[in-house]
C-alpha cells in the first residue's frame, strides 16, 4: 500500500510564493509519475503538473505555466510544487497522486494524498 501526504498548504496574498510537498511512502516500484491536482469550491479537480519519477520529464497546466515548478527528491520519495506569483484564482485544495504517467496526467491515479488547502488573498 501506498501513502501520500501532502504539507504546505496556507493563507498566503496575492502575488507571493509557497511550496507544497507531498512524500510517498510504501511498496513503490515500477515506472511511475506524480503530480497535483487542485480544487476550487464548486469547481471540478483540474490537472495542475506532473513528473515523470524516471527521467525527471514534466507536464503543466496551461494556466500554471511559468509560475509553478514540479520538482522531485529520489531519495526522499517526495515532489515539491512550487507556486510563484500566486493569484486569487489559485485557491482550491491540492491533491497529491501516484500512478503510471497517463493516469496521474488524466486524475485516475490510484493513489491520492488527502489534500492541502492553499488559499490567496487578494
Known amino acids: 500500500q501506498v501513502q501520500l501526504v501532502e504539507s504546505g498548504g496556507r493563507l498566503v496574498q496575492a502575488g507571493g510564493s509557497l511550496r507544497l510537498s507531498c512524500a510517498a511512502s510504501?511498496?513503490?516500484?515500477?515506472?511511475?509519475?506524480m503530480g497535483w491536482f487542485r480544487q476550487a469550491p464548486g469547481k471540478e479537480r483540474e490537472f495542475v503538473t506532473a513528473?515523470?519519477?524516471?527521467?525527471?520529464?514534466?507536464d503543466s497546466a496551461d494556466s500554471v505555466k511559468g509560475r509553478f515548478t514540479i520538482s522531485r527528491d529520489n531519495a526522499k520519495n517526495t515532489v515539491y510544487l512550487q507556486m510563484n506569483s500566486l493569484k486569487p484564482e489559485d485557491t482550491a485544495v491540492y491533491y497529491c497522486t501516484l500512478g503510471n504517467q497517463l493516469a496521474v496526467k488524466t486524475g485516475t491515479g490510484r493513489y491520492w494524498g488527502q489534500g492541502t488547502q492553499v488559499t490567496v488573498s487578494s
Open positions: 513528473i515523470n519519477w524516471s527521467d525527471g520529464s514534466t
Open positions: 510504501g511498496h513503490i516500484f515500477g515506472s511511475y509519475a
